[in-house]
Structures are given as C-alpha cells and as structure tokens.
C-alpha cells in the first residue's frame, strides 16, 4: 500500500522534498521504533499472524457460540473455569497453542503425568459441535480453547476479562514426551522461569499468569512433599504453619489421594487474593511461594495484591501466552472434530 501510494505520487514529492523528506525519517523512526520495542520485548510481543475478529466474515457467530456454551457449562460446574484455564495453558507451553493436549492417539499429550488431573474437555466438544454447525470447518480448536478459557474465567464479571486473538490453526502432532516443557511445581524459583522463557514469556508474565491459582485445587500429590518426608512431618520453611495445618487436615498422609484448594482464602473468585497468599506463607505449591525467593518476582507479587493491577498484568500475559509457537496463514489444519486429525 505504501509503495503504491510512494509510486503514484512521485511527482507531488519531487516537487515538496521538505515534507516527502520528513514523512520518510517518521516512517523510519515509527519502524525502528517498533523493532526496538519488539527485540526488546521478545517476540510474542509482535503479531504472529492473528487478529481480533479473524472469524468476522467466516463465522461471525464465533463469539457468542462459545460464550453461551462455555456460560452454560460454567453455570451447571463451578470447577469449569479453573479447568478451561489450565487446559489451555498446558496446550500453549506443548508445541505452542495448537490444541495438541485435545487429541485422542495412543501416547498423547493427556496421558501424561501433568495432564492427568487436566480436564475440560467435554466443553471443548460441545462448543466445536456447534461451530460446525454453524460454520463447517472454520473455526480452530486451539482458538475455542483460548475463548472458553476466557469466557470460563468471565463467567463470574459476566463481561469479557480479556480480548483473545484469533487466528490460529490446530496441529496434527500430540505426545506425552513432549509435556517436559510444562514447568514442575517443585523445579524451584530458576526452573520455572526457564521454561517460560523457553516458551518466550518473561518474568511479569510468570508472575501474572501464576495468578491463576486464584481459582481451582490441586491433588494431594502435588502438596504432600512440602507437608511430609514419608510418614513423618516435615513442613517446608516456605509455608505458613496454621495453613500447613488447614493442608494436612484436606491431605492427612503423603499418600493422601484428595484435593485443596490452590487458594485457601477465596477459592471460587478470580480475585487478587493469590498474591496476598504468597505474601503470607500462604500459597498451596511450592512453586507459589518459589515466587517469594526472587527480589524482583516478589515485588511484582506485592503490586498484583490490587485487583486491577492484577487484571492488567494477567490481560496482557494471557494474550502474551496465546501467542505461544501459533500455526497461522495455511499451517496445521482447522480439525473437524477436536480430538482428532482431519482423515484427508
Ligand atoms: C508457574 C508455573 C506453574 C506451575 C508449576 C503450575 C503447577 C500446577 C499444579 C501442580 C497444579 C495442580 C495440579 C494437580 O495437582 O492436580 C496446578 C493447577 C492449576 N493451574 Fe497451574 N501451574 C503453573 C502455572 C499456571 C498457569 C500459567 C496457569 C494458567 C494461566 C495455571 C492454571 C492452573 C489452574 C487454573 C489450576 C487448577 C486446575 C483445576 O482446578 O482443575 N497454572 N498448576
């Protein structure tokens, strides 16, 4: 377009040369600024390829499709929204936001260790039955797995939290030996940073997106090594010793097969309060206080105590997260049913 506009008009600018020559060193300072920012970024600050309303023309009842099927879900099973969040965040650092953890072949991605307690699904195939309904084989998996996750979690502010990019198109690839890149609770503080930033997010992102453990509970299994060394008691420093107590009575040995809540104070609110968790001794992972053992991860953990602020960080780190590794353009496929790759 520009380079059209540059060629119709060469004789206006022969004859302006101050105002062509000033237009040109803005268009270089905006490009240059732009690259600047995005080196200094990182890469998922850029667009990889997707756009808000991708779906406008093609399937512009994409928006309401999911949302009246994810409301619905959300309003008969409170536990929805926590499992739509983690289902998408474990296909975003798998092989980038590609749906990947939906689909069904022997040895995938969901027969994992960190995906067994991971759920969700049927929600997906709901909403993927309607939108083909609608609009056959246009709208992505990975895309309805970024929107419910959304809409999930907005349930409770019955207005979108975040905007969601669409765009992306699914993968035909799915392994359980690819899941080592979803981060261990027990990696400690320098283990869960790499692998966001093998996934290209940073440091306000692992901070931001940890909120998410506002909401949903964990196994017993993945508390127990900080409450107990085989059967005797042995309490990790990094835990508050009254809510340590409140763990062991939800979790009494370290074979406790049960659950808790990953926040012991408002479980069912996406809310702020997570932060105020960690700040007290009171995150249920260890890798929620890891967060605490950082100077500067534990200062951005004292801002996200605002509600706001928190909203803001998490906003911006979830569109950050959605653009992880994305197949775009003619990449990958649109599957026509989730759990499986198109047969032709
Ligand atoms: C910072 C690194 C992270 C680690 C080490 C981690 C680890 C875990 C673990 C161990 C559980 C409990 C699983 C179980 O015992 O069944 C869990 C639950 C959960 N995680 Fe994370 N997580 C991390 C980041 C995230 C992110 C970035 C999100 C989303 C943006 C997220 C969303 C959730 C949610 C919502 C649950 C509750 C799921 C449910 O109730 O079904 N987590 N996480």
């Not at 060193?25 to 667009?47: I, K, P």
């Not at 992102?205 to 993945?222: E, M, P, R």
């Not at 309490?235 to 406790?256: G, I, N, Q, R």
Request: glycine share 8%.
């Amino acid at each position: 377009m520009v380079g059209r506009q540059q060629a119709a008009g060469g004789s206006r600018w022969r004859g302006d040369g101050g105002a062509a020559a000033a237009w040109w060193w803005w268009w270089v300072a905006v490009v240059l600024g732009h690259l600047v920012a995005s080196a200094r970024a990182g890469l998922l600050e850029t667009n990889p390829g997707l756009a808000y309303n991708f779906y406008q023309k093609s399937c512009p009842s994409v928006d309401s499709i999911v949302r009246s099927v994810t409301w619905a879900q959300v309003a008969a099973n409170s536990t929805l929204p926590a499992r739509l969040l983690r289902l998408h965040f474990h296909d975003c650092f798998v092989k980038g936001c590609d749906a990947s953890i939906l689909l069904d072949n022997a040895q995938s991605e969901k027969t994992a260790g960190p995906n067994l307690s991971v759920g969700g699904y049927e929600v997906i195939d709901a909403i993927k039955a309607q939108l083909e309904q609608a609009c056959p084989g246009v709208v992505s998996c990975a895309d309805i797995l970024a929107l419910a996750a959304r809409d999930a979690v907005s349930y409770q502010f019955k207005a979108s939290l975040w905007q969601v990019e669409t765009g992306r198109r699914d993968g035909t690839v799915s392994l359980a030996s690819n899941t080592g890149a979803l981060p261990s609770p027990f990696a400690g503080f320098a283990g869960i940073l790499q692998s966001f930033q093998n996934r290209g997010l940073n440091l306000t992102d692992l901070v931001a997106l940890s909120g998410a453990h506002t909401i949903g509970v964990a196994s017993c299994s993945s508390v127990t090594p900080r409450l107990y060394q085989g059967n005797a008691t042995n309490v990790d420093p990094l835990l508050d010793a009254a809510y340590a107590k409140t763990l062991m009575s939800s979790c009494p040995s370290s074979s406790s097969s049960g659950t808790v809540n990953l926040d012991g104070g408002t479980a069912a609110k996406f809310d702020s309060r997570y932060f105020t968790n960690v700040l007290n001794k009171q995150g249920t992972l260890a890798s929620d206080a890891a967060l605490t053992q950082n100077a500067a991860a534990a200062q951005m953990v004292q801002d996200l105590t605002n509600p706001i602020k928190f909203y803001a960080a998490f906003s911006m780190s979830m569109k950050k997260m959605g653009r992880v590794e994305v197949l775009t353009g003619t990449s990958g496929q649109i599957r026509k049913q989730c759990r499986q790759v198109n047969s032709s």
